[in-house]
């Protein structure tokens, strides 16, 4: 290996990819959270950093947090998105919703577009893209 073979690889820095966390609550107390099976791909399998967002202070320093980021991870969850942002009553009162992730994510996905950010969703962040870029959603997609 070249002297600047050597450098390069010691001052390569790891790509950042930010994620927004949920809302859970035990207990009666607001907990912010990401479970291990969303993050520990990206450490180890991605060889990437996780910087987590909570969602539960707005988005006044989403530029922050995107600043930082070198793509955004969309992760699954446990809630439904609000209904009313894609025009619908919720057909589903007893499913967890999580507004906060809500009112974080999707403004999140329209400013890592607008940056040109690479986006990787799956579950409820493919329903967020979803929502985000004017779509809507079957709620009870196994009665369709």
């Given at each position: 290996m070249s002297d600047n073979t050597a450098k390069t690889a010691k001052t390569r820095r790891k790509p950042v990819v930010l994620m927004?966390?949920?809302?859970?609550?035990?207990?009666?107390?607001?907990y912010q959270v990401m479970t291990h099976?969303?993050?520990l791909p990206i450490t180890d399998i991605s060889d990437c950093v996780p910087v987590l967002a909570p969602t539960c202070c707005g988005i006044e320093?989403?530029?922050a947090y995107l600043d930082?980021?070198?793509g955004v991870y969309l992760t699954g969850a446990g809630s439904n998105i609000d209904p009313a942002l894609y025009g619908q009553e919720n057909m589903t009162p007893k499913k967890a919703q999580d507004k906060d992730r809500d009112n974080f994510d999707l403004p999140l996905i329209h400013a890592a577009i607008k940056r040109g950010l690479p986006i990787f969703a799956v579950c409820r962040g493919m329903q967020e893209m979803n929502v985000a870029l004017g779509g809507d959603i079957y709620?009870?997609?196994y009665t369709q």
């Amino acid at each position: 290996m070249s002297d600047n073979t050597a450098k390069t690889a010691k001052t390569r820095r790891k790509p950042v990819v930010l994620m927004s966390m949920g809302t859970y609550e035990r207990n009666g107390h607001p907990y912010q959270v990401m479970t291990h099976k969303y993050i520990l791909p990206i450490t180890d399998i991605s060889d990437c950093v996780p910087v987590l967002a909570p969602t539960c202070c707005g988005i006044e320093d989403l530029d922050a947090y995107l600043d930082l980021a070198d793509g955004v991870y969309l992760t699954g969850a446990g809630s439904n998105i609000d209904p009313a942002l894609y025009g619908q009553e919720n057909m589903t009162p007893k499913k967890a919703q999580d507004k906060d992730r809500d009112n974080f994510d999707l403004p999140l996905i329209h400013a890592a577009i607008k940056r040109g950010l690479p986006i990787f969703a799956v579950c409820r962040g493919m329903q967020e893209m979803n929502v985000a870029l004017g779509g809507d959603i079957y709620q009870k997609a196994y009665t369709q």
